[in-house]
């Protein structure tokens, strides 16, 4: 059984440009959350989607970014005219529902880089 | 606002050393926390789950506690081997799916 698969593993992009990240869950999953860790920092929440809806957005900056999760297909995390605070690590994480009981199984990250 | 610390961040001990990791959390009112370890490049696994109702847990070498009337909680490493150099990460469950994550130890076990 695969695990939670994010691509690509780097991105670079230059200042301006677009960064589309997309993550897969867990099969069976229909819960996905997506977390980014500044260099030294620890993770922040960002969004918790489940297919088709946007549950929770609190986390994640009003101004050029969106995410979202279609009923096929991966989610999706873009960042419009990316700037260089935006270089970080995005993690993705999936769990089978919602709950206190639920562990969350998290992707490798996708490391961005903005030049 | 809940707020997650690790201490110390760094920590380093000889080959087969029992150790202890710390977190502390401001707001008694979780749901749970976990305990991860985060491999350099590599994505993030998780280790333990121990609910608010429970106040600990254990698998293999490793066991984590909580105190949630006093905020605390800690990873206990037993007879560490250079594997376990890592950097451990602790994420309070401040709601049935919001994680709120400390910085992390980085531990290094040197053989």
């Known amino acids: 059984n695969a695990g939670v698969m994010q691509n690509p593993r780097h991105l670079v992009r230059r200042r301006g440009q677009e960064a589309r990240l997309r993550c897969s869950p867990m099969k069976g999953h229909s819960h996905v959350y997506w977390y980014r860790q500044l260099p030294e920092e620890g993770l922040k929440f960002m969004v918790y989607l489940q297919k088709e809806n946007i549950i929770d957005e609190s986390g994640m900056p009003k101004e050029r970014f969106s995410a979202e999760f279609p009923k096929e297909g991966p989610s999706i995390l873009r960042i419009q005219q990316v700037v260089r605070g935006d270089s970080a690590a995005y993690f993705c994480?999936?769990?089978?529902?919602?709950?206190?009981?639920?562990?969350?199984?998290f992707g490798d990250g996708t490391r961005l880089s903005i030049l | 606002k809940q707020e997650v610390t690790q201490i110390p961040a760094a920590l380093s001990v000889p080959e087969g050393e029992n150790l202890v990791l710390n977190c502390s959390f401001t707001d008694s009112a979780i749901y749970n926390l976990q305990w991860f370890r985060q491999d350099p490049g590599k994505g993030l696994t998780s280790l333990l789950l121990i609910q608010s109702s429970q106040r600990e847990q254990t698998s293999g070498r490793l066991n984590a506690s909580l105190d949630k009337s006093s905020g605390r909680s800690t990873l206990y490493i037993a007879a560490s081997q250079p594997g376990d150099s890592a950097t451990y990460l602790c994420a309070v469950g401040d709601s049935n799916y919001q994680l709120i994550w400390g910085a992390g130890t980085k531990l290094i076990i040197k053989p």
């Open positions: 994480a999936s769990s089978p529902e919602q709950g206190y009981n639920q562990p969350q199984h």
